[in-house]
C-alpha cells in the first residue's frame, strides 16, 4: 500500500504555484531559505495582520511555516494510517481529559493511503505543543497548493470525547479558520478526525502491534527476519535519515485482515493503568480471524475472559503461564501474577500453571513479546518452544511475588 509523501510548503509553490511567477520563486530556494524568508520576518507580518490585511491568509501561512519548521527540527515525524487504523479510531470513546493526552511530537504528519483519503486529505500536519492549550490543523490535498486550517484552543480538564463531537458540529469555538483553494468546501469534521487520530495515536505509542517502525522498503526483508535488537535499531536509523521518523499505524492488522476472507474488527477499549491507575492506554480487546489454516494453530478455551487490569504497565512482575497440553505460554504483567492466573482460570477450558515470575523492568514485557514475535500465536499467548523455555526456565523459581 503506497501512501501520498508530505510536500513541503516550498516544494508546493516550486509545483502547485497558481502563476509562473510563484513558481519561480518556489524553485529559486531551498526548503530552509523558504521558511526562514517568513519566520525572520514573522513580527513584520503579524503586525500587518493585526492591522486587517489579508489576517487570516497570514496567520495561516506563518502557522503553515511555524509547524514545518518544527516538524524538520524534529526529524520529521510522520505516521502512515492504514484504513483500519482509520476505522479504530473512529470508533474508540476518547472519554480522558486533554491533560491525560500525551503527544509523541510537538508536530505530526499524518500520511493517508492512496485511495483512501478522508475528506480529499492526502497529508494532515498538527502543531500540538505540549507546553499550550491549542491544536492548529493544516489539511493538504493532492496535486495542489490547497490547504485547510484550524486552530482550536481547550481547557486542559475538558473531555476530548466531548471537545471532538463540538469540533465536528462546528461549536467548539475555533479561533479562526482559514481555505485556500478547491477543496474550501471540507469543514470541521475533517479536523475533528485528524485531532482524534493523534490522540489515538498518543495513546498506542507502546503498541508494538499497533504501531511498527517504517523501514527502507530494500530493508523491509532483512528486518522482518531478524531477531537481533541491534540489527533492527541500525535498519530504522537507516531509514529515519533519509524518510525521516517514521511509523505504520495499523499495519499488522490490515496485513491480516487483507490476507482472510472472513475477519471481525479488535474492539480497542480505553484503560487506566500504571500506579493509581493514572496513565491511559488504547488496548485490544478482541477480535477474530477466521481463517483454517490460523484457526488451526490455535487452541481455544484457554485464554479466559480479559480485564482491564490485564497487563496493566504498571504491573510489578512479568509472568509466565502454561496451557497444559496446548503447547502455549502466556508472557503477561501484573501487580499479582498468582491472582491473575486464577482470574484467567475461570474463564479456561483447561489448566493453566505458573511458571515462573519475575520482576518486571521499564518496558522488558514489551522486549520479551518482540523477542519471541515469531513464536506470537494469539494476543500475549505464545508457542511454547524450546526457546522460549529455556528462557523461563533461568528465572522459575528465583523471583516470586
Known sequence: ??????????????????????????????????????LSRRETLMQSASLGQDSLQVFDRLCAVTAEQIWVDDQRPFYNVWPIAENLARDVKLDLPFSAVEIPFDSIVLRFAL?????NIATAMLFWPNTHSFVNVLCYFPGTMDRLTFRYDYEPNETVEHWLQRIATDSAGHEWRATEGANSNA?????????????????LANDQ?????????????????????????????RAKRKLGRGFDVGKKLQAERDASPHWRNPHLCLFWTGPGRTKPVIRMRSGSVVQRVSMAAVPTGYLGPESQ???????????????????????????????????????????LRLLAVMTAQP?????????FAKERCQGEWFRATEELRGYIARFAGEQTP
Open 1 to 38: 500500500m503506497r501512501f501520498h509523501d508530505y510536500i513541503t510548503l516550498r516544494n508546493q509553490m516550486a509545483k502547485f504555484g497558481h502563476d509562473e511567477g510563484a513558481r519561480k520563486i518556489g524553485k529559486s530556494v531551498t526548503s530552509d531559505e523558504f521558511r526562514q524568508f517568513f
Open 115 to 119: 485511495g483512501s483519503e478522508p475528506y
Open 187 to 203: 469543514n470541521s469534521t475533517a479536523a475533528s478526525l485528524m485531532v482524534r487520530l493523534v490522540v489515538f495515536i498518543g495513546l
Open 209 to 237: 502491534d499497533m504501531i511498527t517502525p517504517v523501514v527502507l522498503s530494500e530493508d523491509r526483508k532483512k528486518y522482518e527476519s531478524t531477531d537481533d535488537v541491534e540489527v533492527k535499531k541500525w535498519l530504522e536509523s
Open 309 to 351: 487490569d490485564e497487563d496493566a504497565e504498571g504491573g510489578t512482575y512479568i509472568y509466565f503461564v502454561e496451557a497444559v497440553g496446548q503447547d502455549r505460554i502466556k508472557i503477561g504483567k501484573a501487580d499479582d501474577p498468582e491472582a491473575r492466573v486464577r482470574q484467567l482460570q475461570t474463564g479456561s477450558a483447561v489448566e
Open 363 to 371: 518496558s522488558q514485557e514489551a522486549e520479551l513479546h518482540t523477542a
